[in-house]
């Protein structure tokens, strides 16, 4: 155990923020630290936007769901899948990317470079005493959060993400069983195992939730996955990508 695996381990997503901005120099660290994540084959296929404009944190967060904490909080960022600036490489080299930028591959690679990239930055941030949360919800409606960044074709806003010093700090959600996750050598398909394990973490969560509400709920993990899974949510998602001329092929 070292100072870094205690910050990772430590991990939680923080909602109520203090009323204190990040510094021009942390955020520039943050970002740095997100710069510093691989990326395939050098291609660092994403752009983040960082937002400080009061009125646009209050907009995101009506189109995240009216998440109260996307509008309070020290810094919000918002990271992009991005093949516009290849684009913009082939006109230069006088090369046809098209096809290349166009592709499902490419797609891809975009959308796992922004999430290296995003965890960096969370663990950078996390590093630095302050809390962070994911926001998947700016996905709720693109086509309006791209007209508020101003991202041209070729670049999807994929999620935010909110920095700031915590005020309040919940206890730590207890993840799904290692033998759930770590497959060794090959993939594990006993059905009779995979019911063993989640009837398990059933009860792990369902006292959680108990313990953490007083008694007001103690839903199974798998029940409110399941329940979650059965309301078709973004299903917009397909053709909003390709009408931005990404993952065409």
């Not at 516009?84 to 290349?100: L, P, Y």
């Not at 839903?219 to 397909?238: F, G, H, I, P, V």
């Amino acid at each position: 155990m070292n100072e870094m695996i205690s910050t990772i381990l430590n991990h939680r997503s923080i909602r109520d923020f203090k009323d204190k901005q990040l510094s021009d120099e942390q955020i520039k660290t943050i970002v740095s630290c997100a710069q510093a994540a691989s990326t395939s084959s050098f291609i660092q296929a994403y752009s983040i936007i960082g937002i400080k404009n009061k009125d646009k944190k209050q907009k995101l967060a009506e189109l995240a769901g009216n998440q109260a904490y996307v509008a309070q909080n020290g810094h919000l960022f918002v990271f992009c899948a991005d093949l516009s600036r290849h684009e913009f490489i082939g006109e230069m080299e006088g090369k046809d990317v098209q096809a290349s930028i166009e592709s499902t591959e490419k797609f891809m690679v975009a959308v796992i470079d922004a999430s290296l990239a995003a965890q960096n930055a969370a663990i950078a941030a996390e590093s630095l005493g302050l809390g962070i949360c994911y926001i998947g919800g700016i996905r709720n409606n693109l086509q309006a959060v791209q007209e508020l960044l101003k991202t041209p074709e070729r670049v999807i806003p994929l999620f935010g993400m909110t920095v700031g010093y915590p005020e309040k700090i919940n206890d730590q959600k207890p993840r799904l069983p290692f033998e759930h996750i770590y497959h060794e050598d090959e993939y594990e398909q006993d059905k009779d195992t995979y019911l063993r394990q989640l009837q398990e973490y059933n009860q792990v969560i369902s006292s959680y939730y108990e313990e953490r509400t007083g008694g007001k709920r103690k839903d199974r993990w798998s029940e409110q996955m399941a329940n979650m899974l059965e309301k078709q949510t973004r299903m917009y998602m397909k053709e909003f990508v390709q009408k931005n001329k990404m993952n065409l092929r």
